[in-house]
């Protein structure tokens, strides 16, 4: 069996794949829009905001390696997971306790954090 035959047929790699392939958005953006990155950690309550955003770099790049290359999936898994959930707490805050994605709310980091559990369980 080849790669492209695991990958299409094994629903966790692929998941994992996608979950992986999500941090790059995310890193591209702490160069791409560094001052709205640096209110948001500000706002979070996350001092030194330069030594958060270099962290939370290193961190999704770390995640997104290991998930998309397959390298120690399971610990890459855990770490993008806690990551996802402490972004989510962060929003939570910002936006005041709102759950809705699209009004600022940690919806979606919480769904990003459980879908990169279940590779971990699975992987």
Known sequence: MNMDQI?????????SILCG???IPHSVA???????VNKVFESAGLRPVAFFVILSLIIELIAAIGLVFNVLQ??????????????GAA??????????WS???CELHVFWALCMMIVAVHS
């Open 21 to 23: 392939l999500m941090f």
């Open 91 to 100: 929003s939570y805050k910002i936006s005041g306790g709102k759950w809705n």
């Open 30 to 36: 702490k160069f791409t829009a560094r001052q709205a």
């Open 74 to 87: 399971p610990y890459a898994s855990w770490l993008g997971a806690m990551f996802m959930l402490a972004a």
């Open 103 to 105: 009004l600022g709310g």
């Open 7 to 15: 990958i299409a047929t094994d629903p966790i790699r692929l998941l």
